[in-house]
C-alpha cells in the first residue's frame, strides 16, 4: 500500500458545510494526487502537489482547494460541499514510473 | 487530447478460463503502460506495467500485449480465479507533474 493512509474513510456531510480530507504517507515521496472515483468515468485529478507548498490544478478542481504543508500530509478541503461532490477520492503518490493508491474515502453529500 | 478506453465495460468468465482485457489509447508518442486492478471498496492496484520498447510483458498468471500500430493494448489473466474478480483499467503517462490518464476500467466477474 506504499504506506498511504486517507481519513476518513467514510463520511456524510450536509450541503454546504466545508469537508476536509487527509492523505497520510510515510515514504517522503515528492508527488501526490488527490482523484475522484465516478460510476462511468475513470480516475479525474483534482489537485496535485509535487513539493511542500506546491501544488497545482487537475481537471476537476473547481470547488476543491488543497494545501501541503508537510511532506507526508495533503490535505483536500471543499470549502462549501455540493451534492456533485458525492463521490470516492483517492489519494495517491508517485515514484516517477507509477502511482500507488490510498485506500479511498467515500464521501456522501446530502 | 489524450483519451484512454477500454472495450467492454465488463466481462463475465468461468473459473479456470483465460481473460482478456483490452484497452485503446489516443497518443502514438505514449511510450509507458501500466494496469491496475481495483477490488471492490479498495483503492486501485498495481498489477503489471510495460514500455513502449516492448511488445509483451509477463508476470504472475498476468500478460500485457502491446500493438503499438493500432494503439492498443491488453492484459491476459490466465485461469481466471474467483480472487481475479475487479475492476480492471489501464493507465497512460500524460507527463506533466508526474500525471496519468485512466481508463473507465473493464468489472471482470469470475463465475465458480
Known amino acids: 500500500d506504499a504506506g498511504i493512509t486517507q481519513s476518513p474513510r467514510h463520511k456524510v456531510t450536509e450541503t454546504g458545510t466545508p469537508v476536509t480530507l487527509r492523505c497520510h504517507q510515510t515514504?517522503?515521496?515528492?508527488?501526490m494526487y488527490w482523484y475522484r472515483q465516478d460510476p462511468g468515468h475513470g480516475l479525474r485529478l483534482i489537485h496535485y502537489s509535487y513539493g511542500v507548498k506546491d501544488t497545482d490544478k487537475g481537471e476537476v478542481s473547481d470547488g476543491y482547494s488543497v494545501s501541503r504543508s508537510k511532506t507526508e500530509d495533503f490535505l483536500l478541503t471543499l470549502e462549501s460541499a455540493t451534492s456533485s461532490q458525492t463521490s470516492v477520492y483517492f489519494c495517491?503518490?508517485?515514484?516517477?514510473?507509477?502511482?500507488?493508491f490510498g485506500p479511498g474515502t467515500r464521501l456522501t453529500v446530502l | 487530447g489524450e483519451s484512454v478506453g477500454l472495450h467492454l465495460p465488463t466481462l463475465s468468465v468461468q473459473e479456470g478460463d483465460n481473460s482478456i482485457i483490452n484497452c485503446a489509447y489516443s497518443?502514438?508518442?505514449?511510450?509507458?503502460f501500466i494496469w491496475y486492478k481495483q477490488e471492490s471498496g479498495k483503492g486501485p492496484q498495481f498489477i503489471i506495467d510495460i514500455r513502449s520498447n516492448m511488445d509483451k510483458r509477463q508476470g504472475q498468471r498476468v500478460t500485457v500485449l502491446l500493438n503499438k500500430t493500432v494503439k492498443h493494448l491488453s492484459l491476459q489473466i490466465a485461469a481466471t480465479q474467483p480472487g481475479d474478480s475487479a475492476v480492471y483499467f489501464c493507465?497512460?503517462?500524460?507527463?506533466?507533474?508526474?500525471?496519468?490518464?485512466f481508463g473507465t476500467g473493464t468489472s471482470l466477474t469470475v463465475i465458480p
Open positions: 493507465a497512460v503517462p500524460r507527463y506533466t507533474g508526474n500525471q496519468f490518464y
Open positions: 495517491a503518490i508517485s515514484t516517477g514510473n507509477e502511482q500507488f
Open positions: 515514504e517522503n515521496h515528492r508527488y
Open positions: 497518443n502514438s508518442a505514449s511510450d509507458y
